[in-house]
DNA sequence: ACATCAAGTAAAGCGGCTTTACTAAGGAGA
DNA sequence: TCTCCTTAGTAAAGCCGCTTTACTTGATGT
């Protein structure tokens, strides 16, 4: 496949291969810097719970499944040592979910290892005379979804 | 979240919102149309075997998934009268699956769909001073993918 | 006290894929 | 020709991650 039949496909499937590969090949990096044990869905997650956490529904909401879902992931990142249940300060059935010091750790090698390959793609989209096209992509959501963005769907 | 915080955002997260809101409007407005019962893996699989057919195991390949999968996936479509298998002009155990007049009826209600799509976004996009940032897509695949492109993955 | 509501949990179901294991049909070499 | 290897296809089970259905628990308001 040439570079001409590429910009000749659709947008439609040129943003999701760009996101695809993307996604890809930060999970790729992220992997071997020992960050094996976890999908995308649990890095969205831990950005969910950043700060003062959530309950279960919140991040259910969050997510964009249902609260049994979101139940479940909880349960997982529990075990694991993710995440931690803490009595909420609201009361009633509540529980604040919390990060642990272990997911906070993931958050910011996620961050660092996410950070730089985009820096190194802008840095090649550059050189070949594009820019990195975020007002592009910016005005499509706004386009398709108006003020109300959804939760974007942690699917592979 | 404000068009400046969007714009601060990842570019992954950018890639991955923009592409399910547009095959989420794409899929809307092909169900409108009447074509409710078709997932993209079935728009995809119509693709593939456009023009002279394919083999189930073909199929798998083109589609990125297990030659078993694909061989469900003709079922379903094989069921519902979209494909039938045929005996293969290389003869062997091969089947050659190709497209009914049902499909193609579908494929072309999808193109007009998603190029209609593709084409009122374009215009908005230049009402904003924007371009279609193919260019830059094609670029940011070129650059993860090299020169073969692996298949798009049909999730939702 | 009682009805109501929201948070959480439990259990089953399910869709769509993979894994494992098998059958069927050539083709190549002794 | 017989056997072996390869490839296409199929069958069955398993599995993952989610939803659906149904329940429990605690707080609130009247």
């Given at each position: 496949m040439?570079?001409?039949?590429?910009e000749h496909s659709e947008l439609t499937f040129l943003l999701g291969m760009a996101f695809q590969l993307l996604l890809a090949e930060f999970a790729r990096r992220l992997n071997a810097t020992g960050h094996a044990d976890l999908r995308p869905v649990h890095g969205m997650t831990f950005q969910a719970l950043?700060?003062?956490?959530?309950?279960s529904s919140e991040l259910a909401e969050r997510l964009g499944v249902t609260k049994q879902a979101a139940g479940q992931i909880v349960d997982d990142l529990?075990?694991?040592?993710?995440v931690e249940r803490t009595p909420h300060p609201a009361g009633g059935r509540?529980?604040?979910v919390v990060l642990t010091g272990k997911a906070h750790e993931h958050l910011l090698a996620a961050g660092r290892t996410l950070h730089?390959?985009?820096?190194?793609?802008?840095?090649r989209l550059h050189e070949a005379g594009l820019h990195v096209p975020r007002a592009e992509l910016a005005?499509?959501?706004r386009v398709l979804a108006?003020?109300?963005i959804p939760p974007l769907r942690p699917v592979w």
């Open positions: 040439s570079d001409d039949a590429l950043r700060g003062p956490g959530a309950t529990e075990r694991r040592g993710y509540r529980k604040l730089e390959l985009e820096a190194q793609l802008t840095e005005a499509i959501i108006g003020d109300d």
